[in-house]
């Protein structure tokens, strides 16, 4: 009788060869062309010669069967080797022998307004790493080798608006940002005085608030928007009036302006200026005080006054003494009128309180002319005469 053993085993020869020659040209396929191998007529051929030498269909039939599963583990075998093996050349690929995790960072700073400037010497804080250094004259820092990643910006230079923001530096690259820095306004100086004016009509004393202030802005005098004068602890608030030259503010302000209408108030009070930019960023004073309400009855004058006709070419004015606690100077002001017109015409400050007259060192125009006595303590304070007239013939 005839065994199924002696029938299956030429199959099993011929499977068994298969099994221990298909590896093996994998393998050399492998190493030659330093690929993945793809299953394809090279593979195939030598199996077809194995199929046609092997008796039968059911040995057929069993070979199709076990090449079809030995296929598959071949392809998977292939994919994990391809996978282990091949060249890693991506410097964002973790795995790369080239990988890196850090980049660069260029940050330039320039002036807000057009042609936008380079600022130099603006201070760049980053975090987290505490990263600190300063623009060059060109308004630009370059960071190397920063680990990728968000930072968190601070950009700050003494008198310009500060700049946080956030930026992300990517791996292997060089980041590039730049930012506009606003100029801040620069209240240059402030002046709170009081004045006591003295008239003939009313006959009561006008009593002012005097607020004055130069304030410049390295982007311009044109991006000062608004100039405020705050009095917090009376919650009086008022905007500055453009004076003059550029950059000047004042503001008279009446004392029946001013909360309870009276200037006694304002007394010890914290009075300060803010100053806006067309950016809507702020500068505000440090805080000062009106020292003194001087209270004078009369200032009197000796000439010439009343409409009195005078030498133009020897003129000289002269008052009163008077007596007053505390140091003071005079301050005499000569303006000519027509009508509802007054203009100044001389002036002259700080003169010595024991002096009691002035020469007038200018020849006036003919016409109708008024001048008017100060005393002023060393705060700027001030309480002014009535007007006295006089007339330059022709």
């Given at each position: 009788?005839r065994?199924p053993?002696l029938?299956r085993?030429?199959?099993?020869n011929?499977?068994f060869?298969?099994?221990i020659?298909?590896?093996i040209e994998i393998c050399v396929?492998?190493?030659?062309t330093k690929?993945?191998v ?5 593979i195939l051929?030598?199996?077809?010669f194995?199929?046609l030498m ?9 070979l199709v069967?076990r090449y079809?599963a030995?296929?598959?583990c ?5 994919c994990?080797?391809?996978?282990t093996?091949a060249?890693r ?6 795995q790369s022998?080239?990988?890196?995790n ?7 700073v320039?002036?807000y307004?057009a042609?936008?400037?380079?600022v130099s010497?603006v201070?760049i804080?980053l975090?987290?790493?505490a990263?600190t250094?300063s623009t060059?004259?060109?308004?630009r820092l370059v960071?190397?080798d920063?680990?990728?990643g ?21 791996p292997?690259v060089?980041t ?6 606003d100029?801040?306004p620069?209240?240059e100086?402030?002046a709170?005085?009081s004045a006591?004016i003295k008239?003939?009509f009313?006959?009561?004393d006008?009593?002012l ?6 304030i410049?802005d390295?982007d311009?005098p044109n ?9 917090p ?5 008022d905007?500055l ?7 000047s503010?004042?503001?008279?302000i009446?004392?029946?302006?001013l ?10 009070q914290q ?7 067309l950016?809507g960023?702020?500068?505000i004073?440090s805080?000062?005080f009106?020292a003194?309400i001087?209270?004078?009855d009369?200032?009197?004058?000796s000439s ?5 006709v005078?030498d133009p070419?020897?003129?000289?004015l002269?008052?009163q003494p008077i007596?007053l606690?505390f140091?003071y100077?005079f301050?005499?002001e000569?303006?000519?009128?027509n ?5 100044e015409?001389?002036?002259?400050n ?7 007259s002035?020469?007038v060192p200018?020849?006036?125009p003919d016409?109708p002319?008024?001048w008017t006595?100060s005393a ?12 006295a007239?006089f007339?330059?013939?022709?």
């Open positions: 009788m065994g053993v029938l085993r030429p199959a099993n011929v499977t060869l298969a099994i020659i298909w590896p396929l492998q190493k030659e690929s993945p793809v299953l394809g007529k090279g051929i030598p199996l077809r194995l199929i092997s008796n039968g269909l059911q040995l057929v039939k069993g069967l079809l030995l296929m598959l071949c392809l998977s075998l292939s994990l080797v391809s996978c093996d060249e050349k991506n410097p964002l690929d973790p022998p080239i990988h890196t850090s980049g660069s960072l260029a940050i330039e320039m002036t307004y042609p936008h400037l380079p010497d201070l804080h975090q987290p790493g990263y250094n060059d004259i060109d308004g960071v190397d920063i680990t990728a968000r930072y968190l910006l601070q950009i700050t230079k003494p008198g310009y608006a500060t700049i946080e923001d956030s930026i992300v530096v990517e292997g060089q590039d940002t730049s930012f506009t820095l100029a801040l620069a209240i100086s402030l709170v005085r006591r008239r003939w009313p006959q009561d006008l009593l608030l005097e607020v004055q202030s130069e410049t390295a311009g991006d000062i928007s608004a100039v405020m004068v705050k009095i602890g009376l919650g009086f608030a905007t009036d453009v004076a003059g030259a550029s950059g503010f004042s503001l008279l009446p004392e029946a302006s909360p309870g209408r009276n200037l006694q108030l304002v007394l010890g009075i300060f200026i803010r100053a806006v930019d950016a960023f702020e500068a004073s805080p000062r009106l003194r001087i209270d004078l009369v200032l009197q004058f010439p006054q009343s409409e009195e005078v070419m020897n003129l000289e002269v008052w007596d606690p140091p100077t301050r005499v000569v303006s000519s009128y009508i509802n017109l007054i203009t015409v001389w002036r002259r700080e003169i010595s309180a024991d002096e009691v002035t020469l200018v020849v006036l016409g002319y008024i006595l002023v303590d060393e705060f700027g304070n001030y309480v002014r005469s009535k007007p007239s007339i330059v013939p022709q």
